[in-house]
C-alpha cells in the first residue's frame, strides 16, 4: 500500500476480533512512532503496552467512555516526558505526530486502532496516572486501541478547497 492510499484509507476502528497482536508487530508500530519527528529531535516520548485483559478492562474505569477497551487485543499508552521537552504544546505536537505513525503503522499491518483522548481533561489524567503509577513528569496524552478489525469503515470523501488558502487567508 503505498502512503498516499493509507492516509486516505485509515478509519478509526472500534470493533475487533479475538486475535491477539503478535509481539513482533507491536514492536513494528512503536518503531514507526519512534521515528516521527520531534521538535530539535528530542524525542520526548514514552509508551506503555498494555496486553492484559485486566489491565484493558481496568483502564475503562480510569476512561469511561473507552469502552473499545473491551474488545482491543492491546492498547499503548502514549506519554510525553515534560523533563525533556518542557514547553508543553510542542510535547504534545510531537506526541501526536508518534500517535499518527502508530495508526498508520497499525493500519499498514492490518491491525485496527483508535485514538483515545486524554490529554486536557484533567480527571482523566489524574486517573490514568494514578492506574499506571506515572511520575510527575511523564504526561498520559492519548490512548490507542489496537487489534484485529470486526467492523469495516469505509473512507468518506474529506478533501474540501474551501479549506485550502494560497499565500493569504
Ligand atoms: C485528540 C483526539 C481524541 C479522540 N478521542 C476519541 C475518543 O475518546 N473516543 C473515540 O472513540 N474516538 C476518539 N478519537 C477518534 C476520532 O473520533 C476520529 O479520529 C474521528 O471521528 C475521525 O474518524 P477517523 O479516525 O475514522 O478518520 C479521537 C481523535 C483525536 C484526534
Redesign the pocket.
Known amino acids: 500500500m503505498d502512503i498516499q492510499e493509507a492516509l486516505l484509507k485509515?478509519?478509526?476502528?472500534?470493533k475487533y476480533n479475538d486475535q491477539k497482536i503478535s509481539k513482533e508487530n507491536i514492536n513494528k508500530i512503536l518503531e514507526a512512532a519512534m521515528y516521527a519527528p520531534s521538535a530539535m529531535n528530542l524525542q520526548p516520548w514514552q509508551f506503555i503496552v498494555i496486553d492484559d485483559k485486566f489491565v484493558l478492562t481496568e483502564t475503562i474505569t480510569s476512561?469511561p467512555?473507552?469502552e473499545?477497551l473491551k474488545q482491543s487485543a492491546s492498547a499503548i499508552l502514549v506519554c510525553g516526558d515534560s523533563n525533556i521537552e518542557k514547553n508543553e504544546s510542542w510535547l504534545l505536537q510531537n506526541c501526536?505526530a508518534v500517535?499518527q505513525n502508530i495508526?498508520l503503522s497499525a493500519f499498514g499491518l492490518g491491525i485496527g486502532s483508535?485514538?483515545?483522548?486524554i490529554?486536557?481533561m484533567p480527571e482523566i489524567v489524574k486517573n490514568i496516572k494514578d492506574q499506571f503509577q506515572l511520575p510527575d513528569n511523564i504526561i498520559p496524552v492519548?490512548l490507542i486501541s489496537l487489534g484485529y478489525p470486526d467492523e469495516t469503515?469505509t473512507a468518506?470523501e474529506?478533501f474540501k478547497t474551501e479549506k485550502i488558502h494560497y499565500n493569504k487567508w
Open positions: 485509515r478509519r478509526s476502528i472500534r476512561i467512555y473507552a473499545m501526536s500517535i495508526l483508535c485514538w483515545i483522548g490529554h486536557g492519548a469503515v468518506e474529506r
